[in-house]
């Protein structure tokens, strides 16, 4: 049985003494897994790992939460617990980049040396983007499941709803699980339903792109699901603003030909996922596209532009989905393709871009979304992912979790080796 990576209560520490061999930007799924995945094949290797935060969450479980599923707080944990044996955590944040020095700056004024770099700090949720939504979220009838603190708000509001106006957004793509957005809806209306309540809901989703899903293999199995509940679907309808006092919502809709008009919704209810970016530290420095993600190659996860320098997570430029179910694919090929370029050997592993999205469609029943790039469907489990089913309910609610925090944060990686 291979050595199992256990996490060991960790203390922030100041600048290592030597340079470390790898510097891991990030202490969420991907840089705690990751860190995890190398001290597993290599307990000896100096590894140093940038974290602000004190909590670590598991988010994917925020959806459930917000349907009184799940409680919040099995989703955080002290980021201390989380952390390796034998890796030096350095609590704070990243301000900037060279590269060329193989250095990074931090926000106390610190600059770190390493040898190879893995970049991994997620992406950033731009609430700000929507005019008048941070004034009203968490009140008002506003809410996202996209926070920790406002997952049970959502829960809050679908078992005190009585009828009205129940609205649910989805920003432009990439957004972090591409399926959280409708997820939400499906939890709510499945309440709804079960108290006798659809009749008095008008259920709207806004969506900003020009397909309920990127993967048209799954649309079917979800439309069953859009018209059991009587959603109303509008495609290329951007939120721009909220009022929360007058419970007024403000979108701008967009045609096929670029033509736009704005539109203000009232709502009893208002399920809001904002637009969504890389960090602004990663759009400023020299390891962006143009698009702000890291620059990588899709297939080894290696910088485009620094050899020395991976990336993983929300915050890279595939175009694979971003979610926990990518990272865990995505720790492997970037821990063994990183030790072979330490080492100077060839790259060995490639990512077929790998994602999963548990779509809870209804209590008890998820249509298991895996697929890879190109929208090519990748399985892992011996069901039909196209169409609802209750076993993938029970991995998504109990099974997931645990393979989350035991096995991807551990350093076991079991079904984690992408098909190439």
């Known amino acids: 049985m291979p050595h199992d990576v256990t996490p060991n209560p960790a203390t922030p520490q100041g600048t290592p003494q030597d340079v470390p061999d790898v510097l891991i930007m990030g202490g969420g799924a991907a840089g705690i897994g ?51 044996s034998g890796v030096t955590w350095i609590q704070a944040a990243v301000t900037g980049f060279a590269p060329e020095q193989n250095r990074v700056m931090l926000s106390d004024g610190r600059q770190l040396n390493y040898r190879y770099l893995a970049v991994c700090p997620g992406l950033q949720l731009n609430w700000e983007a929507i005019d008048g939504l941070t004034d009203t979220l968490g009140k008002n009838g506003v809410t996202s499941n996209y926070r920790f603190d406002l997952a049970p708000y959502t829960w809050q509001l679908v078992k005190e709803f009585r009828g009205g106006n129940a609205l649910f957004t989805q920003p432009p793509m990439p957004i972090k699980c591409a399926g959280a957005p409708q997820k939400a809806m499906y939890l709510s209306a499945d309440y709804w339903q079960r108290q006798g309540l659809l009749n008095q809901c008008k259920t709207e989703f806004h969506l900003a792109g020009p397909a309920l899903f990127g993967v048209k293999d799954y649309v079917p199995a979800l439309m069953e699901y859009v018209e059991k509940y009587r ?57 962006a596209n143009e698009a702000g993600w890291v620059d990588v190659d899709p297939n080894t996860l290696r910088s485009a532009r620094h050899a020395n320098i991976f990336a993983l997570g929300d915050v890279i430029s595939a175009s694979n989905a971003k979610t926990a179910a990518a990272v865990r694919k995505q720790v492997v090929v970037v821990a063994e393709n990183l030790l072979a ?19 809870t469609v209804e209590r008890g029943k998820v249509v298991l979304a895996e697929f890879g790039y190109n929208g090519k469907l990748l399985p892992t489990f011996p069901l039909d992912g196209t169409k609802a089913n209750h076993i993938a309910w029970v991995m998504k609610k109990h099974i997931f979790p645990w393979v989350y925090w035991e096995c991807l944060l551990r350093g076991r990686e079991w079904l984690a080796r992408s098909t190439n």
């Open 34 to 84: 990751l860190a995890a995945s190398l001290r597993k094949r290599r307990p000896a290797l100096r590894i140093s790992l940038i974290e602000p935060s004190d909590t670590h969450y598991y988010q994917p479980a925020w959806t459930l939460v917000g349907a009184g599923e799940f409680e919040s707080a099995k989703t955080a944990r002290r980021t201390a617990e989380c952390i390796p």
């Open 231 to 287: 959603v109303d679907l509008n495609f290329g309808s951007h939120l721009r603003a909220v009022d929360g006092q007058r419970k007024i919502a403000r979108f701008e809709l967009k045609d096929a030909d670029g033509n736009s008009q704005t539109v203000d919704k009232p709502f009893d209810l208002l399920h809001v996922v904002p637009p969504q970016s890389a960090p602004d530290v990663i759009r400023a420095s020299a390891l």
């Open 341 to 359: 370029a330490l080492d100077g050997q060839t790259l060995p592993t490639r990512y077929d871009g790998y994602g999963a999205c548990p779509l």
